[in-house]
């Protein structure tokens, strides 16, 4: 089975940027559809990178991938307080996302 795992989260300022990760292990990055999504405290989970940017993060964020390290990334520039939430690695067939990471908390204060 796919296991993903997401590093790279942490605190930092407004205006800020993360580089988060998602290593894949049990399947191979290039042959799945891989995504980026969010969950900010009493919010639903949001989709953010990946096929495509979420408006929010249009211009500010850029999904890319490693296919040698059979990992994924999400660069983060220009960070907002509202970009504040715990962030998911996912995978799927391209048909519905089926693998999801653990998460890795993204606080960026004012």
């Known amino acids: 089975q796919v296991q993903l795992v997401e590093s790279g989260g942490g605190l930092v300022q407004a205006g800020g940027s993360l580089r988060l990760s998602c290593a894949a292990s049990g399947g191979t990055v290039s042959r799945l559809v891989m995504g980026w999504f969010r969950q900010a405290p009493g919010k639903g989970r949001e989709f953010v990178a990946g096929?495509?940017?979420?408006?929010s993060v249009k211009g500010r964020f850029t999904f890319s991938r490693d296919n040698a390290k059979n990992t994924v990334y999400l660069q983060m520039n220009s960070l907002k307080v509202e970009d504040t939430a715990v962030y998911y690695c996912?995978?799927?067939?391209?048909?519905?996302?089926?693998?999801w990471g653990q998460g890795t908390q993204v606080t960026v204060s004012s």
């Open positions: 996912a995978a799927g067939p391209g048909t519905i996302w089926v693998y």
């Open positions: 096929s495509y940017y979420a408006d």
